[in-house]
C-alpha cells in the first residue's frame, strides 16, 4: 500500500506560517500598545505633579511667575493627554484587530489539523483492512497447501 499523502498539506503549511506571522505582528502591536499606554501614564502623572506644585505653592510663599506657568502648562498637557488617550484606543483597536484576525487563522488552521487526521485515521483504517486480507489469503493459502498435501 502506498504511503499516506495528505492532499492540503501545503494549504496547512501555509496557515502555520500566516499563524506564526501573525503572532509576530501580534507581538509588535501589543508592544506599540503597551509603550503607548506608558507614555499615557506618564502624561498623566506629569499632570498630578504640576497640579500638586500649583497647591503646594498657594499655601507658602510663592514665586507668581512660577504659578503662572504651571497654570498655563496644565491646559497643554491636558491637550497632550487627550491626544496620547486617543492614540492609545487605536493602538488598542489595532492590537484587538490582529488578535481577532490570528483567533480567525488558529481556526482554519485546527480545521485542517483536524481533516489531515481524520484522513491519517481513514488511511489506517483501509491499510489495516488490507494487511488483514493479506493475512487471510496466506492463511487460506497454507490451509490448501496443507489439505491438499495429506
Given at each position: 500500500m502506498k504511503k499516506f499523502v495528505f492532499k492540503l498539506q501545503t494549504a496547512l503549511d501555509l496557515k502555520l506560517k500566516a499563524e506564526e506571522m501573525k503572532k509576530e505582528e501580534l507581538v509588535t502591536v501589543t508592544d506599540i500598545y503597551k509603550e503607548s499606554c506608558r507614555v499615557l501614564d506618564d502624561l498623566k502623572t506629569r499632570l498630578a505633579e504640576i497640579q500638586d506644585t500649583v497647591r503646594g505653592k498657594q499655601g507658602e510663599q510663592f514665586d507668581v511667575t512660577e504659578i503662572k506657568r504651571c497654570q498655563d502648562y496644565i491646559p497643554v498637557i491636558n491637550d497632550h493627554i487627550c491626544q496620547q488617550a486617543l492614540l492609545t484606543e487605536e493602538h488598542r483597536a489595532a492590537m484587538e484587530e490582529v488578535r481577532g484576525e490570528l483567533v480567525e487563522i488558529m481556526k482554519e488552521r485546527k480545521i485542517m489539523?483536524?481533516?489531515?487526521?481524520?484522513?491519517?485515521?481513514?488511511?489506517?483504517?483501509?491499510?489495516l483492512r488490507e494487511e488483514q486480507?493479506?493475512?487471510?489469503?496466506?492463511?487460506?493459502?497454507?490451509?490448501?497447501h496443507r489439505d491438499s498435501a495429506v
Open positions: 489539523e483536524k481533516l489531515r487526521t481524520r484522513h491519517y485515521q481513514e488511511y489506517m483504517r483501509e491499510f486480507k493479506q493475512i487471510d489469503e496466506m492463511a487460506t493459502t497454507g490451509f490448501i
